[in-house]
Nanobody, 121 residues
């Protein structure tokens, strides 16, 4: 499964962005999908994840209450709505698919190429 993340950009602090993740050539409606991010010089970190049905979600403490993960299996797309963006949210955001809901990078099998989110203070 090849994943395509999109929707990143340059915004001011306090603004919103919505990221999208879709597979190419295959459905991922039965997969768990997670969002991770990596800032320069830092390790990739968990942001949010959602199970196949959309009924279970987990968030990193740093984004809880500001970010919302959702999925539309009819459109074969997972979204990450990011509100009240902060400078420290600046990173490359990756979506990933796996079989087990988890906050661990190692639990995800398929990864997208990433989309840059830059928040200016």
């Amino acid at each position: 499964v090849q994943l395509q993340a999109s929707g990143g950009g340059l915004v001011q602090a306090g603004a919103s962005l919505r990221l999208s993740c879709a597979p190419s050539g295959r459905t991922f409606s039965t997969y768990v999908v997670g969002w991770f991010r990596q800032a320069p010089g830092k390790e990739r970190e968990f942001v949010a994840t959602i199970n196949w049905s959309g009924g279970t979600m987990y968030y990193a403490d740093s984004v809880k209450g500001r970010f919302t993960i959702s999925r539309d299996n009819a459109k074969n797309t997972v979204y990450l709505q990011m509100n009240s963006l902060k400078f420290e949210d600046t990173a490359v955001y990756y979506c990933a698919a796996g079989r087990t809901i988890s906050v661990a990078v190692s639990s995800y099998i398929y990864w997208g190429q990433g989309t840059q989110v830059t928040v200016s203070s």
